[in-house]
């Protein structure tokens, strides 16, 4: 039953809870690890964080997935039951069949596989004059005199760029959380 008809059916006899996925820290914490100076100083405890927060960027920050060894099985599960149930009941689609393959085409042009070469054509910061980022906050900069602090969140680059006299921060997005 969707939300709205759960509310519709108690006629008013109910308490709405809302359910969030964990904040990085949130995550860390749930899987057991535990962030302050000295541990950020130990290799492994790097690492573990970078192995749990790949997870987080890849399956979402679900409370439930912090409970289950196949995590892709769970992820699956929601998207049978809130893409293709909900979405299909709600908008009254009969071909789900349809439904599931264009849900799944979009699903893997997110993540496709391309290769290492298209990455750094795409993805490099250190090719700055060709950035469509880096051209947007100039832009802006010029356009927008308050705005006074640029920043780019990659997945794990990190440097500081000055474009057109502004300063440009790119800080990993594990970090960039985590303040």
């Known amino acids: 039953m969707l939300?709205?008809?759960?509310?519709?059916?108690?006629?008013?006899?109910?308490?709405?809870?809302?359910?969030?996925?964990?904040?990085?820290?949130?995550?860390?914490?749930?899987?057991?690890?535990i962030i302050d100076e000295?541990?950020?100083?130990?290799?492994?405890?790097?690492?573990?964080?970078?192995?749990?927060?790949?997870?987080?960027?890849?399956?979402?920050?679900?409370?439930?997935?912090?409970?289950?060894?196949?995590?892709?099985?769970?992820?699956?599960?929601?998207y049978q039951k809130i893409l293709l149930g909900d979405i299909a009941t709600r908008n009254n689609i009969h071909n789900s069949a349809g439904l599931?393959?264009?849900?799944?085409?979009?699903?893997?042009?997110?993540?496709?596989?391309?290769s290492y070469s298209k990455l750094h054509?795409?993805?490099?910061i250190s090719n700055i004059s060709n950035n469509r980022e880096i051209k947007s906050l100039v832009i802006l900069a010029s356009e927008m005199d308050e705005v006074k602090n640029f920043i780019i969140i990659p997945k794990e680059e990190e440097q500081i760029l000055e474009a057109s006299g502004i300063t440009i921060k790119v800080v990993p997005a594990l970090k960039w959380l985590l303040q």
Do not use: C
Not at 100 to 109: Q, Y
């Open 100 to 114: 599931k393959i264009l849900i799944k085409k979009i699903a893997e042009t997110v993540k496709d596989t391309i």
């Open 121 to 124: 054509i795409a993805y490099s």
């Open 38 to 78: 000295k541990s950020m100083l130990q290799t492994k405890t790097i690492g573990k964080i970078k192995r749990l927060f790949d997870d987080y960027y890849t399956f979402g920050g679900f409370p439930e997935t912090v409970l289950y060894k196949n995590k892709r099985e769970y992820i699956s599960r929601v």
């Open 3 to 33: 939300s709205s008809e759960i509310e519709t059916t108690l006629g008013g006899r109910y308490l709405t809870k809302f359910i969030y996925p964990y904040n990085v820290r949130e995550f860390l914490l749930a899987n057991e690890m």
